[in-house]
């Protein structure tokens, strides 16, 4: 059953996320937010909400590559590798960030990071599966709200590096 998102309100995206729109010449993309009254903090959560596939939500994740935040943009049905990560960044060591420092790099909460518009500049790598869509939903600064995108225009705004760290399964 897919769903019918709800009309956008001015207030759906993040101000912060709102302001880096306008900064960046994609006013027009608040206009696209959609708002949901559930979290979509989870990329089932926000596939369910807005009635698409799993693989169609962008996760924007931040890594510590020895120490410093690395956002990871990655298809919201797959894991990253953090062995892959790491051969790609040269880095000894690629863990998780912790909430804090997620909060301090990007100026948003776990669940609600956007692919941009972030408190300062990481460098981004960005999964090739993203595409693999026409479309894809990405996070819009909150848990509640998402917003949709070409995953190449993503890509691009984003500053990322088109890379392969996507876990593989046997």
Same mark, same amino acid.
């Given at each position: 059953?897919? !769903? ?12 912060? #996320? ?19 009254? /559930? ?23 931040? #890594?510590?590559? /020895? ?7 990655? /298809? ?6 953090? /062995? ?10 690629? !863990? ?8 301090? !790099? ?14 300062? $500049?990481? $460098? ?22 998402? #917003? ?23």
């Amino acid at each position: 059953m897919t !769903t019918t998102p709800p009309e956008p309100s001015a207030s759906s995206a993040h101000p912060r #996320f709102a302001a880096a729109l306008q900064e960046m010449g994609l006013g027009d993309l608040t206009a696209r937010v959609r708002s949901f009254p /559930d979290a979509t903090r989870t990329a089932a959560e926000a596939a369910a909400a807005i009635g698409c596939e799993l693989s169609q939500i962008c996760k924007s994740l931040i #890594f510590a590559a /020895d120490g410093t935040p690395v956002l990871v943009l990655m /298809d919201g049905a797959s894991r990253v590798d953090l /062995d892959l990560v790491r051969q790609e960044l040269g880095a000894e060591k690629v !863990t998780r960030a912790k909430a804090d420092v997620v909060r301090d !790099t990007t100026g948003y909460a776990i669940g609600g990071v956007p692919p941009f518009g972030h408190r300062t $500049r990481t $460098r981004v790598l960005a999964d090739r599966s993203l595409l693999e869509h026409d479309v894809v939903w990405a996070a819009a600064g909150t848990p509640y709200s998402v #917003f949709p995108m070409e995953p190449k225009d993503l890509i691009a705004h984003a500053g990322a590096a088109l890379v392969d760290v996507r876990e593989r399964t046997s």
